[in-house]
């Protein structure tokens, strides 16, 4: 069948003795829910954890914030002159692990790959220049999109690229791109919760995760989201 290259806490590198095609890990795996969902998993979450407009197989978990899209609001878009685009997130089950190091510097942060096209970028690239706010959905979508852009020559770079790019209150991070941040409530001590609190200030996320708790909004995968209006 195959053997085992490399093991730790969260992670099982396996090499196949023979080739092995999608349909073999349709019909054996599963949809690897957060560890914070304590049911077992259910047919029906190869549907719920999948956002409409998924098209590619490279993911290990689900860019959460988009599942709250519908083919409804994106028609809303259209008929606002809305623009949006997509880029390709192979999102890796590090976005769940939890930051254990005594110092946040000191984090081995996950690498996660992407993948943005030329047509796309061009677009972006337009849009900034021409001084539209650029709404990132979801964290992911944000590392990437600052990870791939050269704030000096204006311009992303594109095709399949990979980013292990860390986040974090006091590195003082200068965004490059986004304007605008649409994401879900995240778990503590998490890679994500960090990256929400540089962009929009640690004082002011834990406030309105605060009053989130207080008004009973539902956290993590399959719970509420937020939209911050930082750079606007």
Do not use: W
């Not at 994401?183 to 989130?212: C, I, R, W």
């Amino acid at each position: 069948m195959g053997e085992i290259l490399s093991k730790n806490s969260s992670e099982v590198v396996l090499k196949f003795n023979n080739d092995v095609g999608e349909d073999y890990f349709e019909k054996h795996c599963f949809v690897p829910l957060p560890s914070y969902i304590k049911r077992d998993y259910d047919k029906i979450d190869e549907d719920r954890y999948r956002t409409i407009y998924s098209k590619y197989v490279g993911s290990a978990a689900s860019a959460t914030a988009g599942l709250h899209f519908s083919r409804d609001l994106f028609s809303v878009f259209e008929n606002n002159n809305i623009e949006y685009d997509f880029i390709t997130l192979n999102v890796g089950l590090g976005t769940f692990l939890p930051v254990r190091s005594k110092k946040v510097e000191e984090h081995n942060m996950h690498f996660e790959t992407f993948l943005i096209k030329d047509f796309v970028a061009v677009r972006l690239q337009n849009a900034k220049l021409l001084g539209k706010r650029i709404l990132s959905i979801v964290t992911t979508t944000l590392r990437a999109l600052e990870s791939s852009y050269n704030n000096n020559l204006k311009k992303f770079k594109t095709g399949q690229q990979s980013t292990n790019l860390f986040i974090y209150p006091g590195k003082n991070y200068c965004f490059k791109f986004v304007d605008m941040l649409f994401t879900n409530f995240h778990t503590p001590q998490s890679t994500l919760l960090m990256l929400v609190s540089s962009f929009a200030g640690k004082d002011f996320v834990f406030s309105f995760y605060e009053e989130a708790i207080n008004k009973g909004y539902k956290f993590f995968s399959y719970g509420d989201a937020m939209l911050i209006l930082n750079n606007i």
